[in-house]
């Protein structure tokens, strides 16, 4: 393996095989051999510091961008010292082209961007035939107007893409791959902003159209800004579709709209689903992270589809553990959901924290789920939601009532023509502060959800709503009516005027100002 260097000093008649005998460009139209052209596959080019203007990639008329049919290394001698800088009218500014099989494209700690204005609609563009390796390694990608790395392959083709530090700047799809079949994707610290979106679209879009993908995505970082402009419809930060065992872990998503108008679009944080009758998409993970939302709906984190759709059932045995959803008021006003899973059998919602939602944590036509562990706040709509699900559990949550509640914090509600069968609700804590409008109970005479040694706690500045709950039609105007009603023990603390709620001490026991009360979760 050969490492040949290019300089703004360079000349294409030097060997290239030293910074001292740099080359000019990749390419060279003359007798001499640019980098690219004396290099083969397997060999690594080193810029040397400066911005490489098109001239510079290609010393002759034609396609200003670098076009390599070699698994060539692309790097900088000193990181980020080099920036490819592309303003031609080319589809990207590096790509794959001929039989590109059984080779590896590598990127180093360098820079491609746009130049001058320009904007290429491509960063770098990945077209294997066969087999192959893109490492992007901790590129840099700055400027692209649609896609910053676009994967462009047959299902049928086996690829392998790494990645450790990628930063993707002002580019609406960030990684985008609609094709993938037997792929194995690990990224990670990947971090893209993206300033002003105006396209529907996800920073990172990985869809599996043929079975065998692998995916993790470790520490990734997103900001988008969906600009006034953005359409009617929804952005996703990350959106895997049909490949099984994909894990999103620890993300970071800021998702916000400079739109002051409902309409203009809502989103996803982290969406993880099925799009296909054939290809299932289970044991898809979301672990870890926060995702703070302030788009005009849409939902924190999925698992599994929203709606009844041909590709229910296909994302089963999924989970979404110790997210924190952290939703603005455009999301919440326009009935943003926190954590989801939807149609699905097995879902795990668990020890998931959710600040101002509409809806926090729910599950939906979904069979054998569990909610267990999980923590809402001010979610003026309903804080704790099963709908239309069967045999699924609500287990040792905490939700807490504020002001602008105006919902329930246990709500057990149909979805289309499905009711609730064979649920169960227990030993969930439920806490009003203030003047509470919303109920802490709601479950209508069709829903089967057994209630179960659930603790309701008032704060001492609460004022409770006319009805405090409501299950089979009948209101309830006090905690210890509903509880000797409904409640299958019926001996749960209830209306405490004296107790207020703490933190958690070192042991996992909540702390009250009434003497000796530990309340264990």
Do not use: W
């Not at 939601?385 to 009532?401: D, F, M």
């Not at 009516?481 to 749960?492: I, Q």
Request: hydrophobic share 40%.
């Amino acid at each position: 393996m050969t490492t040949y260097y290019i300089s703004k000093n360079g000349n294409n008649a030097n060997s290239g095989l030293s910074l001292a005998l740099a080359k000019r460009t990749m390419f060279d139209a003359g007798a001499n051999l640019g980098a690219l052209e004396a290099a083969s596959s397997g060999d690594t080019i080193l810029f040397d510091d400066g911005v490489y203007v098109d001239s510079e990639i290609e010393s002759s008329a034609g396609v200003a961008c670098i076009v390599t049919a070699k698994g060539i290394a692309i790097d900088s001698v000193n990181p980020y010292g080099a920036t490819i800088a592309s303003s031609s009218t080319g589809d990207s500014i590096v790509k794959t082209s001929g039989s590109f099989s059984g080779l590896t494209l590598t990127f180093g700690k360098i820079t491609l961007s746009g130049y001058g204005g320009y904007l290429p609609p491509i960063g770098i563009k990945f077209s294997p035939t066969a087999t192959a390796t893109l490492d992007l390694g901790g590129v840099v990608i700055n400027a692209v107007s649609t896609r910053s790395v676009y994967l462009s392959q047959a299902n049928t083709v086996t690829v392998t893409i790494r990645g450790d530090g990628v930063t993707i700047n002002d580019s609406p799809a960030a990684i985008y791959a609609p094709t993938l079949g037997p792929a194995d994707i690990l990224l990670k610290n990947v971090k893209c902003i993206n300033n002003a979106v105006t396209t529907n679209t996800a920073a990172i879009y990985l869809k599996a159209t043929a079975a065998g993908s692998n995916i993790q995505i470790i520490n990734p970082v997103i900001n988008s800004n969906l600009a006034t402009a953005f359409p009617g419809a929804t952005y996703s930060a990350i959106q895997i579709i049909s490949s099984d065992n994909a894990l999103v872990y620890n993300p970071f998503v800021t998702l916000t709209t400079d739109s002051v108008a409902a309409g203009h679009g809502g989103g996803y944080g982290v969406e993880m689903k099925s799009a296909s009758t054939t290809i299932t998409a289970h044991n898809n993970r979301i672990i870890g992270g926060t995702i703070n939302i302030d788009v005009f709906g849409g939902i924190g984190a999925l698992v599994g589809t929203d709606g009844a759709t041909a590709y229910d059932n296909k994302s089963n045995s999924c989970v979404i553990k110790g997210v924190t959803v952290n939703c603005g008021s455009k999301f919440e006003g326009a009935g943003g959901h926190g954590v989801m899973g939807g149609n699905n059998t097995g879902t795990l919602l668990q020890g998931n924290i959710v600040k101002g939602a509409s809806l926090g944590v729910l599950l939906k036509a979904t069979t054998t789920g569990l909610i267990i562990g999980n923590k809402t706040y001010n979610c003026t709509g309903k804080h704790i939601y099963l709908k239309g699900c069967t045999s699924c559990n609500v287990e040792s949550n905490e939700s807490y009532l504020a002001t602008t509640d105006t919902g329930s914090a246990l709500y057990f509600g149909v979805n289309i023509a499905t009711n609730n069968a064979t649920c169960l609700a227990k030993n969930n804590i439920i806490v009003g502060s203030g003047v509470i409008a919303a109920k802490y109970v709601t479950r209508d005479a069709s829903q089967d959800v057994t209630l179960s040694n659930n603790l309701y706690i008032t704060d001492s500045d609460a004022t409770l709503p006319a009805a405090v709950a409501n299950v089979g039609a009948t209101d309830y105007a006090t905690v210890a009516a509903y509880l000797a009603a409904v409640e299958a023990n019926g001996g749960n603390l209830s209306e405490r005027p004296n107790i207020s709620i703490l933190e958690c001490n070192a042991s996992g026991l909540f702390i009250s100002p009434v003497p000796g009360l530990h309340i264990p979760i």
